[in-house]
């Protein structure tokens, strides 16, 4: 499956943005997707996952209670919605996808879209 995020940008401290991963290639409804991010200097970290069918959400504690991941199947989309955003939130964005069930080990992905670039002003 070929993945590839879009919806990144500046954002001032407090306000939100929504990121979008469009799949392509081969069934969505079967990959468990999940969000990464990578800040300058620091390791790739897990931000959000999600099932094939769009239950068991996880969130890393740095994402829960401001981030929210969704899919859409029908559309072959899954979405990141990052509210209360925070300047420590700036990083590159992937997301990446696996079969089954979502996972916050990058590791078990084998699927990742190309980034997209969050960058959080105070």
């Known amino acids: 499956v070929q993945l590839q995020a879009f919806g990144g940008g500046l954002v001032q401290a407090g306000g939100s943005l929504r990121l979008s991963c469009a799949a392509s290639?081969?069934?969505?409804?079967?990959?468990?997707m999940g969000w990464f991010r990578q800040a300058p200097g620091k390791e790739l970290e897990f931000v959000a996952t999600?099932?094939?069918?769009?239950?068991?959400?996880r969130y890393a504690d740095s994402a829960k209670g401001r981030f929210t991941i969704s899919r859409n199947n029908a559309k072959n989309t899954v979405y990141l919605q990052m509210n209360s955003l925070k300047p420590e939130d700036t990083a590159v964005y992937y997301c990446a996808a696996r079969k089954g069930y979502g996972s916050s080990w990058y590791g078990d992905y084998d699927n990742w879209g190309q980034g997209t670039q969050v960058t959080v002003s105070s």
């Open positions: 290639g081969r069934p969505f409804s079967s990959y468990g």
């Open positions: 999600i099932s094939w069918s769009g239950g068991s959400p």
